[in-house]
């Protein structure tokens, strides 16, 4: 990612999530990789899908790209109500190439709508000049 910018993406997670039938009932444009992770606070480790990540220029108002990945992703999201012990969430990732570059992050009110339709969170990774 180009020093300065921010990119964002969605993931789904949890102890009884099928991330590989998940990826097979999205079309070819929406799907996104697959992983594992240990879940610290349950102490098991969980598969997970990830979507392909979105960059955010300068210029762009990352809320109206954020609205924008979640609306692509709605129905196959709310497919997933059922499960209980589920994560959703859309990660923002910023790297600032100095300490003035900071930006400031405002969610609409139909955003915030989406995030409880959907069930998601969103987590906001900020880093700062040679920080990975």
């Known amino acids: 990612m180009k020093d300065g910018n921010c990119s964002l993406y969605l993931y789904v997670a949890g102890e009884n999530f099928d991330s590989d039938a998940f990826s097979k009932s999205l079309g070819p444009s929406l799907k996104g990789s697959i992983g594992s992770r240990t879940n610290r606070l349950k102490g098991v480790v969980e598969k997970y899908w990830k979507s392909k990540e979105t960059e955010i220029a300068d210029s762009e108002f990352v809320g109206d790209a954020l609205f ?52 998601a969170e969103v987590d906001i990774d900020v880093y700062g000049p040679d920080e990975e």
């Open 68 to 119: 924008d990945l979640l609306e692509t992703y709605k129905s196959s999201l709310l497919s997933l109500r059922p499960l209980d012990d589920k994560d959703i969430g859309a990660n923002i990732v910023v790297h600032n190439s100095d300490l003035y570059s900071q930006r400031g992050y405002s969610f609409s009110k139909e955003l915030l709508g989406l995030l409880v339709e959907v069930g």
